[in-house]
């Protein structure tokens, strides 16, 4: 019971936390959005709103023309495109999804399905070696490895 | 003392090399004299590092600007506790600061492995040596600390880099080496074992404890650079998947990807060749992770400057593969797993499936590190990969890794019946259900924050079962909750360990998940101008300036209401250093347990010369903090030997082993 009590009350604690994030579902500023994608161009790859060298030639203009373009009526795709135009595809955060670039989005998903696959192949694979002996086995082994499974079992959860 | 130190530094090479040279002849030609003595030279490697750092630590604290490495990352005023940061602040002190902790390492490894594992100790002394010799090269030939500046000693040095003057890089760096380099003692025993072909119950536990050791200090080092970033970057955040900040990640995620598939190893004997490649994965991007931050291939906040010595590394990188996989090759026959996966509903599915996310997560990582410089190759363009690639691969990945950390410790070895799974996840699992279901009710939206906080829910839900099931058991044999508590923690520590830095992952997954609510807002703040964030009131006050002999201060005083009273004074500012000429934001934080305030004075507006604030306010961020703790906390707790259950468990397994081979076989 204590136990419970206690579970409850950490599971309050994260209601509290998320009672104090309720309704917070406001997006970013259009400002902090587009500028999220672009990233600084003198060199340094940070992001353009979070590049703070001293004397930057680069962040002070762009972070000026991100604020302006964003009050434009311009999707943000066409007012990124802006950005290309003047400072070429570097200025962009992330690798668009043409050409070449495209692989850099398909990798990850790719290693995941061929992990999966590797995963599952291992699994039945023992599957696979295992299920002969336990066609052979008797009833007796087949009870006293119940009952090394089970000893097994409860072992682990015994304290 | 500045020769002193580069004979220390040469002496030292010439050990390591005699070390590895005179350790092989010995190995080889059964030469018991010649491997003693190599061994010993292995040792002495420690006190002719340990000369060479506290020679150029002297020379540092004496501005003697004639060492260029000084001259370079000093300055007479620099005060004196950002002087040890000067070590590490530069290419070629910090890769003496590498030797340093590898020599200390290794002196402790070797020391404390002679009664324990006699076998081993030999070819541990030559692997290291070998290691240690390649950076000690990098040391003496290629980047000398001790080098002097040709014509002329400065008056002055050009001072340590203002983002580098704060308490944290005190501590971030040699705690972030204190893990990269750890992992070169666990990968030098697994190297060995595989060479000489011990059976894995003979290295595994020494392989484990330095890896849990490694481990620590790289998760502590991991969060410092974040708290490092947070406190003094002013962008409001902690992790840019920057490519040196994944760099470290990378060993991380592989590291702990071998402490979970260990204990298959040592409960089962299952995935030998699996765990050995894990540790050789993971020492290999320990030194790729370095080849990143010292060739200058990406930028990066956190790079050294370019130059030529990436080419070393990537020798070295070839050379620490080919090895590996030749060994490995040579002797997998002697990796064969002692007993076979018998479900999928077990925990060693649990680890399998933790391991698969950990390793994708890693390889994603790595893929969007690297993209950049194929991009480059292939296309002759470098295209940036940033948050959003990592963030949309990483969160759902990370997300079913949280899934795990709950499933995994309720699932029985071998296999776990229908009814233990109903009587086990029935509560956790209503409870995050409920818990996901209750901040919907409260306007909750976002899917992902959603699925974060019920599985956390979760997660704690089964951690306090475990933890209560036991100590109930014990509290009705007379005992107080608490002294069950301890009791039951300390008869199987590394499980109970493990519960707890699952708890520290919990929190810190938490303060993440707090960021899909960050805020932000930037205005000019001239005097008694108001700003409006969440619900703090801000009010500028009046400036105020200050100016001592490393650095000038100008700060913006603002007053901090909150429901209509005031809450606090903060004072955003912005520092100009007059030995480099640079200037740096200094961040003011009003921490709190449910959120951050977070003031950047951005400096003037060049138009209409008035002050600009950028104000963030960053809930739930302390929550990562303190998970770190509580993950230290976890991992000396599950360092600490068992009282007796653990130990007669395993005499008692060893025994039931040895009488009924064939069930184990069979099974």
Redesign the interface.
């Known amino acids: 019971m204590?136990?419970?009590l206690?579970?409850?009350a950490?599971?309050g604690l994260?209601?509290?936390?998320?009672?104090?994030?309720?309704?917070?579902?406001?997006q970013?500023?259009r400002y902090?959005r587009l500028g999220?994608?672009l990233?600084c161009t003198c060199?340094?790859?940070?992001?353009a709103?979070?590049c703070?060298h001293?004397g930057c030639p680069v962040v002070?203009q762009m972070q000026a023309e991100i604020r302006q373009r964003a009050q434009s009526t311009d999707s943000d795709d066409l007012v990124l495109q802006s950005f290309v135009q003047e400072y070429?595809?570097?200025v962009?955060?992330?690798?668009t999804h043409q050409?070449?670039?495209q692989v850099?989005?398909v990798?990850?998903?790719v290693?995941?399905g061929l992990?999966?696959l590797?995963?599952l192949w291992?699994?039945r694979r023992?599957?696979h070696?295992?299920a002969a002996?336990a066609v052979a086995?008797d009833a007796g082994?087949q009870a006293?490895?119940q009952r090394?499974?089970q000893a097994?079992?409860d072992?682990?959860?015994e304290? | 003392m500045q020769i002193f130190g580069a004979y220390a530094l040469l002496l030292a090479f010439v050990l390591a090399c005699y070390g590895l040279v005179a350790g092989l002849v010995g190995l080889g030609l059964q030469r018991a004299r010649v491997a003693a003595s190599a061994q010993r030279a292995s040792l002495m490697v420690f006190p002719a590092v340990a000369a060479a750092a506290v020679s150029l630590l002297g020379l540092i604290f004496h501005n003697d600007f004639s060492v260029a490495y000084i001259a370079e990352h000093s300055n007479r005023a620099l005060p004196f506790y950002y002087k040890f940061a000067v070590l590490w602040s530069g290419q070629e002190g910090s890769l003496l600061f590498w030797s340093l902790v590898l020599a200390g390492y290794s002196f402790i490894a070797l020391l404390t492995s002679g009664r324990k594992h006699p076998g081993l100790r030999p070819l541990v002394a030559v692997i290291l040596s070998g290691i240690q010799a390649f950076f000690l090269l990098l040391n003496n030939f290629v980047a000398s600390p001790f080098s002097t500046i040709p014509v002329g000693t400065p008056a002055d040095g050009s001072g340590l880099n203002p983002l580098l003057q704060y308490t944290q890089m005190d501590i971030h760096p040699p705690i972030l080496y204190l893990g990269y380099i750890g992992f070169s003692i666990p990968f030098a025993f697994a190297l060995a074992a595989v060479i000489k072909k011990m059976p894995g119950d003979r290295w595994i536990q020494v392989t484990r404890l330095w890896s849990m050791v490694a481990w620590a200090f790289l998760t502590v080092g991991i969060v410092l650079g974040g708290y490092w970033a947070y406190k003094v970057?002013?962008?409001g955040?902690y992790w840019?998947w920057d490519p040196v900040e994944n760099a470290a990640f990378l060993p991380w995620l592989t590291g702990t990807a071998f402490l979970h598939s260990v204990m298959m190893q040592e409960k089962r004997g299952m995935l030998k060749v699996w765990n050995v490649g894990l540790i050789f994965a993971t020492f290999f991007l320990t030194i790729f992770g370095t080849f990143l931050t010292r060739s200058g291939v990406i930028?990066?906040?956190h790079a050294f400057a370019q130059s030529s010595i990436g080419n070393y590394f990537v020798a070295f990188l070839f050379v620490v593969a080919a090895l590996c996989l030749f060994v490995f090759f040579l002797n997998r026959k002697a990796l064969k797993s002692d007993n076979?996966?018998?479900s999928?509903v077990s925990r060693e599915?649990g680890f399998?499936?933790n391991n698969?996310v950990l390793?994708?997560a890693a390889?994603?990582i790595l893929?969007?590190t690297i993209?950049p410089v194929l991009?480059e190759a292939?296309?002759g363009?470098?295209?940036?990969?940033?948050?959003?690639?990592f963030d949309r691969?990483n969160v759902p990945?990370f997300l079913f890794l949280l899934f795990l950390t709950g499933v995994g410790p309720l699932l029985?070895?071998?296999?776990?019946?229908v009814g233990?799974l109903r009587r086990n996840f029935l509560?956790p699992a209503l409870?995050g259900v409920?818990?996901a279901g209750?901040?919907i009710g409260?306007?909750?939206?976002?899917p992902y924050?959603l699925v974060s906080?019920g599985l956390?829910?979760f997660v704690?839900?089964t951690i306090?079962?475990e933890?209560?099931?036991?100590?109930?058991?014990?509290a009705s044999h007379g005992r107080s909750?608490p002294a069950a508590l301890l009791h039951?923690t300390l008869?199987n520590t590394r499980r109970y360990g493990g519960y707890i830095i699952h708890i520290g992952i919990i929190l810190i997954a938490?303060g993440i998940t707090?960021s899909a609510?960050?805020?932000?807002v930037e205005a000019a703040m001239p005097y008694q101008a108001t700003m409006q964030i969440g619900s703090y009131k801000l009010v500028s006050q009046s400036y105020t300036q200050d100016d001592n002999p490393n650095y000038s201060t100008e700060a913006e005083i603002i007053q901090v209401q909150q429901n209509g009273r005031t809450v606090a004074t903060m004072y955003p500012s912005r520092r100009f250093y007059k030995a480099s000429n640079?200037?740096?934001?200094m961040v003011a934080i009003r921490s709190r347990p449910?959120?951050d305030l977070y003031l950047v004075y951005a400096g003037d507006d060049?138009n209409t010369h008035q002050p600009i604030l950028h104000a963030y306010l960053n809930?739930?961020i302390s929550w990562i903090w303190i998970g770190a703790l509580v993950v230290v906390f976890g991992t000396l707790v599950a360092l600490v030997p068992s009282r007796g259950a653990d130990s007669s468990?395993r005499q008692s397994a060893a025994q039931a082993q040895e009488a009924?081979p064939e069930?184990a076989v069979?099974?």
């Open positions: 204590r136990a419970r206690r579970t409850l950490l599971v994260l209601l509290g936390g998320g009672w104090a994030l309720r309704g917070d579902g406001t970013p500023s902090q999220e994608q990233i060199g340094c790859t940070q992001g709103l979070v703070n001293v002070t070429g595809t570097q962009l955060a992330n690798p050409g070449f670039n850099a989005w990798m990850p998903w290693a995941l992990g999966l590797l995963v291992y699994v023992w599957h070696r295992q002996p086995a082994v006293l490895i090394e499974i097994e079992i072992k682990e959860w304290v | 970057l002013g962008w955040g840019a930028s990066s906040v076979q996966l018998e999928t599915s399998l499936f698969f390793l994708v390889f994603a893929w969007g993209f991009s292939i296309q363009e470098k295209i940036t990969v940033g948050r959003e690639f691969i990945l029985a070895w071998r296999r776990t019946s233990s509560w409870l409920a818990t209750t901040l409260l306007g909750m939206r976002q924050p906080f956390s829910a704690i839900a306090t079962m933890f209560g099931r036991g100590a109930r058991v014990l909750l039951l008869r938490i707090g609510f960050n805020k932000d640079q200037a740096q934001s449910l959120e060049p809930p739930l468990r009924a069930v069979a099974g």
